[in-house]
């Protein structure tokens, strides 16, 4: 996977800044944050496993590329779609913002918009692209695995771990934000392989817990989500790729509120890192997680910020 992104002629590793007041705040050694505001010409990390997934997957008579998204995915579909000659054709759910579709809609993509939660238009995008007929060449990329579904999100995952292969750091605790599951899967999947490894902790918010209260029962479960900040991390069904792994893999898990998502959002942006509420999440969990951590003040800490401030 590296060797292909860095084949890409907008590659370069993405940023590792130190921010020292945020150390100074958790009484921590150093907090590094991995900022994703500016990846392939992109304001999100999405394109490295979606592009991957696509190059990998695609086929000779593929026509078009079809996903559901929150927004920096399905923006990242269709601009590789674009950059292949491709059409595209992307569902958002009725709760993504007006300026998240104009941005996948400036990339040349076809926007469907679902009434109802991020799991209703994933659903409308696997039945779309199911329903191709011989010759129309329709391929699912989607971010989250179900049963028969499971090849293209592992691949996706798979270039996820570019992200995690330029941290050449050693960190005590990496905090990665939740939706489905798949960047936190690529993150545990990546630093488990590594001695010491270091702690994880996962974040999601409270309108949306799907992982967290997953872990709470035992099993994978979906849950009725509601709007919120964090909107590339409205979902209600973990990944069944990402649950093994987390439910495995995860040292802690915690949900944040709106006001903590905006107000971590703006606590990077005066560090100057640009990150959205989805990304910011990742700050807002730790500080809500802190007292519980065994971090000691010399201890390196890494978050994860996913996204640019819209």
């Not at 059409?87 to 941005?103: L, Q, R």
Request: hydrophobic share 50%; charged share 15%; proline share 7%.
């Amino acid at each position: 996977m590296l060797a292909f992104h860095q084949s890409l002629p907008a590659y370069r590793p993405t940023p590792l800044t130190s921010v020292p007041s945020l150390a100074a705040e958790l009484g921590v050694g150093q907090v590094l944050v991995k900022d994703e505001s500016q990846r392939l010409g992109l304001p999100a990390f999405k394109a490295l496993g979606a592009w991957w997934a696509i190059h990998r997957a695609l086929q000779i008579d593929t026509a078009s590329l079809v996903t559901a998204t929150d927004g920096n995915h399905g923006r990242a579909v269709a601009r590789r779609a674009a950059m292949l000659g491709l059409s595209a054709h992307v569902f958002v759910p009725d709760v993504v913002s007006a300026a998240a579709i104009a941005a996948i809609r400036t990339e040349g993509a076809t926007v469907s918009v679902v009434p109802g939660s991020y799991d209703d238009a994933v659903a409308e995008a696997a039945a779309y692209a199911g329903t191709a007929q011989a010759g129309d060449g329709r391929l699912l990329i989607q971010d989250s695995a179900w049963r028969g579904y499971e090849v293209v999100p592992q691949l996706i995952v798979d270039g996820y771990s570019t992200l995690f292969r330029e941290i050449s750091t050693e960190p005590d605790l990496v905090v990665v934000p939740m939706g489905v599951g798949s960047v936190a899967q690529a993150a545990v999947t990546h630093f488990r392989s590594e001695a010491p490894a270091p702690m994880i902790l996962g974040v999601e918010p409270a309108a949306a817990s799907c992982v967290t209260t997953s872990l709470l029962a035992g099993n994978l479960l979906s849950i009725p989500t509601s709007k919120t900040v964090m909107a590339g991390l409205n979902c209600g069904t973990p990944s069944t790729l990402a649950w093994p792994v987390l439910s495995a893999g995860l040292d802690h898990a915690i949900t944040v509120d709106d006001d903590a998502a905006l107000q971590a959002s703006a606590d990077l942006g005066a560090a100057g890192i640009s990150s959205g509420p989805s990304g910011a999440a990742a700050l807002a969990g730790i500080r809500a997680a802190r007292p519980r951590l065994p971090l000691a003040p010399d201890s390196t800490v890494i978050l994860i910020s996913t996204e640019a401030a819209p």
